[in-house]
């Protein structure tokens, strides 16, 4: 079996998303090769964790447009952009440590026009729910943009640390999100 750039980089996120100090070793013993194998296709951990940000980025920003563009309802395409977010979230979660420690800013480099509109896409949602009488205007659109991203964090870290059944966290993120912003 040939060793693909795309599987070292799958082997790196398992690695990084249980220990975010996973050493090229360790992903390596993940990917069933040596160290050399890693070193043929990236330089050094860096890189290589560079790259799985940059991978998380282009997945995250294809997957909530993909979200936005499902349906034509405002609440649906905003109840499948948190389901994207939550999925991305949970499949990367250890950029989401990272991105603690760094400017968030410095990370969209590449991914800065297509993470603006897709930011761009969900205040507009939020505020044309928000005209609709669908979701309360007492919040302010800020407020609800880190509320989603808050629940989404808490979600994934339920989900790293076993409290709440699998299939429960979607539903449970979801419908915690939902009465926040009395989304009816």
Known sequence: MKMTKEKLMEAAVAALN???A???EQIANIAGVTRRTVH???NDR?????E??????QV????MTQAYQSSQQPAVQLENMFYAALEVGIQYCFVKKLVKRQQYTDLISNQEQAYDDVKANWFQLVELLQQQGAITSQLSIPWIYNLFGGIIDIAIEAHQAGDV????????SWRSFKASI???
């Open 40 to 42: 043929r296709y990236f």
């Open 52 to 57: 799985c940000k940059q991978t998380m980025l």
């Open 22 to 24: 996973a050493t090229i």
């Open 182 to 184: 009395d989304l009816h």
């Open 60 to 63: 995250c920003n294809l997957k």
């Open 46 to 50: 860096n890189t290589l964790v560079h």
């Open 18 to 20: 249980r220990d975010e």
């Open 165 to 172: 059944a699998r299939n429960d966290i979607k539903k449970f």
